[in-house]
């Protein structure tokens, strides 16, 4: 059943919960320390959905790397994730930011990736009379 899973729908998922459910400013600190260079390093919002969303990015991309036939429903579906996160940041208030922008370019990556991937992959399993 995780095979074809866009796992990208997590990461929109998590910036509705923060954005929609909590209402949270996308702005607001996390957390605060100083490092010993001296500099004050602080997270905010933004950047947690957006490293929740890398990380999200890179299991999507090692699923991609499988040569079943459920990556076929696995790339459709992460269109699909694809088209309605275009939508919700044209359309859907709160969606229209950067950091909703940056998680729509990965999931936009995410499907240039897969379909890269399984045409890479393809024809590399192809071989007609010991050409390539």
Avoid at 13 to 40: C, D, H, K, N
Avoid at 54 to 71: W, Y
């Amino acid at each position: 059943m995780l095979r074809f899973f866009p796992f990208m729908v997590l990461a929109v998922l998590a910036y509705a919960i923060v954005v929609w459910a909590l209402g949270m400013p996308l702005s607001r600190e996390i957390v605060a320390f100083g490092l010993p260079s001296g500099t004050q390093f602080s997270l905010t919002v933004s950047e947690v959905v957006l490293a929740i969303a890398t990380i999200v990015l890179f299991f999507e991309i090692m699923n991609a790397t499988s040569a079943r036939s459920s990556s076929i429903l696995n790339h459709g579906l992460s269109m699909v994730v694809f088209v309605a996160s275009l939508i919700a940041f044209l359309m859907i208030p709160g969606f229209g930011t950067g950091t909703f922008l940056i998680i729509t370019l990965m999931t936009l990556v995410d499907v240039i990736a897969g379909y890269s991937i399984s045409i890479l992959t393809a024809r590399r399993d192809m071989t007609f009379g010991g050409q390539e």
